[in-house]
């Protein structure tokens, strides 16, 4: 399924930022949001499903951890992926399992906000023509801009 923004985007990052970016399907008319944490050394991003509120995959990158279901801890960076198995697993409604970076072939180890952007952007396959978006992060030394045509 193809995913397009809703509108173009301009996002200025800056330590502490919160935004979201609303992402639509190209098919089944279905929004999803993409929620942005960022802060130095703590970066989320947040893949939502907004009809059924259910996150589908987040990318963690900081030094904090995550415990599945099965007791194994998982530290530092990581992805966490919707998994009906570990919601009933756990009697604490946590729907996600988390696994070390890089996984599976899919998602690598991101060196940086912006390289863990892209893999988020290509995983959930988002390509979009029509809309734009600029990550200008202020954080890094290079001061560059950083524009998505998808």
Known sequence: MLKVFL?????????????????????????FTLYIHYQRNNYHL?????????????????????KNANGDIIRGNRVNLFCEDEY????????MRAYKLPYDDILKEPKTF?????????YINLVDNRHTLN?????FNSGENYGYDH
């Open 7 to 31: 509108r173009d985007n301009l996002i200025n990052l800056e330590d502490g930022t919160n935004t979201k970016i609303d992402i639509l399907s190209d098919r089944h008319d279905r929004e």
């Open 46 to 66: 947040n893949f939502m499903d907004c009809s059924t509120k259910i996150n589908l995959i987040r990318i963690n990158l900081n030094g904090s951890f995550h």
């Open 88 to 95: 009933n697993q756990r009697e604490d409604g946590i729907y």
């Open 114 to 122: 912006i390289d863990a952007f892209d893999e988020l952007i290509n």
């Open 135 to 139: 990550v200008v992060p202020s954080l």
